[in-house]
């Protein structure tokens, strides 16, 4: 994880295959998602804090509050 701020994170997940191969998780973004700077694009799993909307006191707090999202294991308002 790299720190970009004190409630920024983001993660890159892999997965070694049975040849050893590295393989990377990465989100792809859809098409019409914030044009033109994120749309269509490969990103990692991750995000920011919002001051007064989150209650994450860390950087993995956050990390993990934005995979339980990506992955609808809750929901963004």
């Known amino acids: 994880m790299i720190e970009l701020n004190h409630h920024s994170a ?7 295959d049975l ?5 990377f ?4 973004k859809s098409p019409d998602y914030k044009k033109p700077f994120f749309d269509n694009a490969l ?3 991750g995000g920011n ?4 909307k989150y209650n994450e006191k860390s950087p993995e707090e956050t ?6 999202e ?3 294991i809750s929901y963004e308002a």
């Open 10 to 16: 983001s993660i890159l997940p892999y997965h070694l």
């Open 43 to 45: 990103n990692f799993f």
């Open 19 to 23: 040849e050893d191969r590295l393989n």
């Open 63 to 68: 990390v993990s509050r934005e995979i339980k």
């Open 70 to 72: 990506e992955f609808w």
């Open 25 to 28: 998780v990465l989100e792809r």
């Open 49 to 52: 804090w919002e001051k007064g």
